[in-house]
């Protein structure tokens, strides 16, 4: 069964870091992009985030280029996706996701997370 899990969201003062971790058990992220989305309450879900896993290709929305920070470890399997200067706009349930072609169109995404919740306070 393919699964994957994120873990590291929680509660942030704006201006703060946290660095969040997707996994995966029952494939392997070879040849795979895996990207990091997010929904907003009442707000539709936005691609943040996706890397390329066999080039190291990355991409970022553009309301986070700077401040967000993708990247790899492929002996763990694992992507990440370091956030400094976390804004209260930043606030969302954040989701990995695992597409076989490299777009941020969460239509091409084949797996899903269920989710961290990442919450910046004034």
């Known amino acids: 069964e393919v699964q994957l899990v994120e873990s590291g969201g929680g509660l942030v003062q704006a201006g703060g870091s946290l660095r969040l971790s997707c996994s995966a058990s029952?494939?392997?992220?070879?040849?795979?992009?895996i990207g990091w989305f997010r929904q907003a309450p009442g707000k539709e879900r936005e691609g943040v985030s996706l890397?390329?896993?066999?080039?190291?290709?990355?991409d970022y929305v553009d309301s986070v280029k700077g401040r967000f920070t993708i990247s790899s470890d492929n002996a763990k399997n694992t992507v990440y996706l370091q956030m400094n200067s976390l804004k209260l706009e930043d606030t969302a349930v954040y989701y990995c996701a695992a597409a076989g072609v490299e777009t941020m169109y969460e239509d091409e995404y084949d797996y899903w997370g269920q989710g961290t919740q990442v919450t910046v306070s004034s």
């Open positions: 029952g494939f392997s992220f070879d040849d795979w992009t």
């Open positions: 890397i390329n896993y066999s080039d190291g290709t990355t």
